[in-house]
């Protein structure tokens, strides 16, 4: 089993910058990326963002140009790094991974960005 542990929530004014952790731990073997989806209220859940073990990497287009991922394979973490965040943003993030022979999320961590 994998487990996800997410930190880094919470609240700021838009333009600012968040960065947002998750810890896997388990059966970490068994995953091939890690990365961030997102829901919003009334809203469907998108992809933020996905590391792939292989090297590349995915975004949602409405974060492109603005959020970065990136992890540290050592520690089975995976940072997500938001600038310029817009009141859109708000939204619960959940870590996710992709394994086999299922993926995981995390409990999700709150984004509230004030206008």
């Known amino acids: 089993q994998v487990q996800l542990a997410e930190s880094g929530g919470g609240l700021v004014q838009a333009g600012g910058s968040l960065q947002l952790t998750c810890a896997a731990s388990g059966t970490t073997w068994l995953i091939d990326a890690l990365g961030w989806y997102r829901r919003a209220p009334g809203k469907e859940r998108e992809l933020v963002a996905v590391s792939f073990f292989r090297g590349s990497t995915n975004y949602g287009d409405s974060v492109k140009g603005r959020f970065t991922i990136s992890r540290d394979n050592a520690r089975n973490t995976v940072y997500l790094q938001m600038d310029s965040l817009k009141p859109e943003d708000t939204a619960v993030y959940y870590c996710?991974?992709?394994?086999?022979?299922?993926?995981?999320w995390g409990q999700g961590t709150q984004v509230t960005v004030s206008s």
């Open positions: 996710y991974a992709r394994g086999y022979p299922f993926d995981h």
